[in-house]
């Protein structure tokens, strides 16, 4: 059965009855979207302070590919799994955005017989999180037009606005666009564009603020453009925004409930890409979970050198949250990719590709070894046409390596089949205090954390810029140098060039560009040439999404 058939299968249960009864959470506290999915108040959240923290693990992948690695696939078998043995565990995982859904990679409700339910709703609009994130947006770009249309009292320039407009969606004809046309009744004529909703500043705010009043505190503190004198900031407390913008946010801050196939709880809150923005779930979401669970399992978006970089590095950093253990997801497949192997040929035994493409893991493995002073067990994500000869060879290096391996099949079985995997971390998070670190200090400047994350993590030799952006950079440093860095660059590859595979080392990582997100409280470095306005593929996933008369969904996977 396809994904989605599999879901539609599933034998859910009210999500009231079932968060009563796994975690004991009040039904007053619950506000239910239909009989599967819940939001819990900020009161409840709050009345959880002074309970004792669970154990956090981390589950991050292997440079992606078109072959996939099944990131959410293992946190939601590995959550399945520590809770058939008999542990108390809660996963917490990002919500969908649609235009993924409609583009290459599909929904993202995990797979098989590991996937977190009701599949279809939470790839199609949730419970409008990402709405509200869209409109509190786009009512601060409405606010910035109608203050400079009205005279301008603020003295914005309008050649120095840097917030755009946001959609849901991959619509590569929206990133630069020309507004105000057809005369001083529509406003005034200027360059404007188009990011898709994830990369929102509103939604990396959204994921850490932690109570109503930090997150219309932060919304104030956004930097919408400058004024005429080209550098004094105009804030969106300075157009009265973020009063409005937080009234429309007032439910999206609330932690998502909903049940795995199993059903095992899982809270699904906050959306942010790792290759634009800061890859992670909300801080609200994971800091609740680990009052609720012993056990709780997130996972960072895109690979180890980007949604667990930022997740260390900027959402740690800010929150105090510390994980117990990294899972690093790889697959036979991708690793021949990373090998060279072509897409129509993953299916072939290639041991010197593997040999090969090993190269990736190994480096994220160091990575997260090394340099967040982590511990790491590799998932071996099972496939069905994975042979025995090439388990061997992966294990064998896995070994030399000295990391821990556990070929997992949860895929296919569930929580059954990723029991080893989760008796591994067991055994790592109950009997191994981990020495965390961070990739670079917070003191230092701007440029020299880029390049530490560059050469690090990517294995550059350098990084560059032009002159322009290094002039910006120098600006942004004098106000703003203690701020992390939000790195925006190709999930393909350690490199900027998506089609350069394995673990590549002594290039250069070229900083395009640099956006201050003060709200969020980091700044973006936009790599090579990244977008933060996706497109659409030549045969897009929408073309194969439809509905029958019964309203059976059909496609989404």
């Known amino acids: ?12 249960r009210p999500i009231i009855e079932l ?21 819990i108040s900020l009161e409840y959240v709050n009345s959880l302070t002074d309970k004792t923290d669970g154990k956090l693990i981390l589950v991050t992948a292997i440079s992606p590919t078109p072959a996939g690695e099944g990131k959410t696939t293992t946190t939601v078998g590995l959550g399945d799994a520590l809770n058939r043995l008999g542990k108390k565990s809660i996963m917490c995982l990002r919500e969908p955005s649609l235009g993924p859904c409609f583009g290459v990679k599909g929904g993202a409700a995990g797979g098989g017989y590991s996937q977190v339910v009701p599949m279809e709703d939470i790839n199609l609009h949730f419970t409008g999180d990402f709405h509200a994130v869209g409109v509190a947006h786009n009512l601060l770009s409405a606010l910035i037009d109608n203050h400079i249309n009205h005279g301008n009292a603020l003295d914005i320039d309008p050649r120095r606005i840097q917030w755009k407009r946001v ?5 590569r004809a929206l990133r630069k666009i020309t507004i105000g046309q057809g005369g001083p009744a529509n406003g ?24 109503r009043s930090d997150l219309k505190e932060r919304l104030g503190r956004i930097v919408i453009g400058y004024k005429s004198d080209k550098v004094t900031p105009v804030f969106a407390q300075d157009l009265k925004a973020h009063g409005a913008m937080a009234a429309i946010l007032k439910d999206a801050i609330k932690p998502n409930l909903v049940q795995t196939l199993e059903n095992n709880l899982a809270i699904i ?8 923005a800061h890859g992670c779930n909300t801080v609200t979401a994971t800091q609740t979970a680990l009052k609720l669970a012993d056990y709780a399992v997130t996972e960072a978006g895109f690979g180890a050198d980007l949604g667990a970089e930022k997740f260390i590095n900027i959402k740690c950093r800010m929150s105090g949250l510390k994980p117990s253990a990294v899972v690093l997801v790889a697959t036979v497949r991708a690793l021949k990719y990373h090998g060279g192997v072509t897409k129509d040929d993953l299916n072939q035994e290639n041991l010197g590709a593997l040999d090969k493409g090993f190269a990736n893991l190994e480096r994220h493995f160091n990575n997260i070894q090394n340099h967040f002073g982590l511990p790491c067990v590799v998932c071996i994500n099972h496939f069905s046409f994975d042979t025995d000869a090439e388990i061997a060879l992966l294990q064998q290096k896995c070994q030399a390596l000295g990391a821990t391996c556990v070929v997992s099949k949860h895929w296919a079985h569930g929580g059954a089949g990723a029991e080893q995997l989760a008796k591994a971390v067991l055994n790592v998070v109950d009997n191994r205090e981990p020495a965390f670190s961070f990739a670079y200090d917070a003191e230092l400047p701007l440029w020299q954390k880029i390049e530490a994350i560059a050469t690090k993590l990517y294995g550059a030799i350098s990084i560059s810029a032009s002159p322009k952006v290094q002039s910006e950079i120098k600006a942004l440093q004098a106000n703003y140098g203690h701020f992390p860095i939000c790195m925006a660059k190709t999930q393909m590859s350690f490199s900027t060039n998506p089609n350069t595979k394995g673990a590549p080392s002594g290039h250069n990582v070229e900083i395009s560009e640099v956006r201050l997100a003060n709200g969020a409280g980091f700044i973006v470095a936009i790599a090579g040439d990244m977008m933060t306005m996706p497109g659409l593929p030549k045969s897009p996933a929408a073309e194969r999404i439809d509905i029958s008369d019964d309203g059976v969904i059909s496609g989404l996977f």
Do not use: W
């Not at 968060?19 to 599967?36: N, R, T, V, W």
């Open 1 to 12: 059965m396809s994904d989605i058939e599999i879901a539609q299968q599933a034998k859910m």
């Open 19 to 39: 968060a009563a009864e796994k975690f004991g959470i009040p039904a007053e506290h619950l506000d239910p979207y239909g009989h599967y999915k819940a939001k």
């Open 167 to 171: 959609i849901d969606m991959n619509d």
């Open 188 to 211: 005034y004529l200027r360059e404007d564009g188009f990011d898709i909703v994830v990369a929102s500043e509103v939604m990396a705010i959204l994921c850490l603020a932690t109570s």
């Open 269 to 276: 809150h906050g959306g942010p890409f790792a290759n634009i």
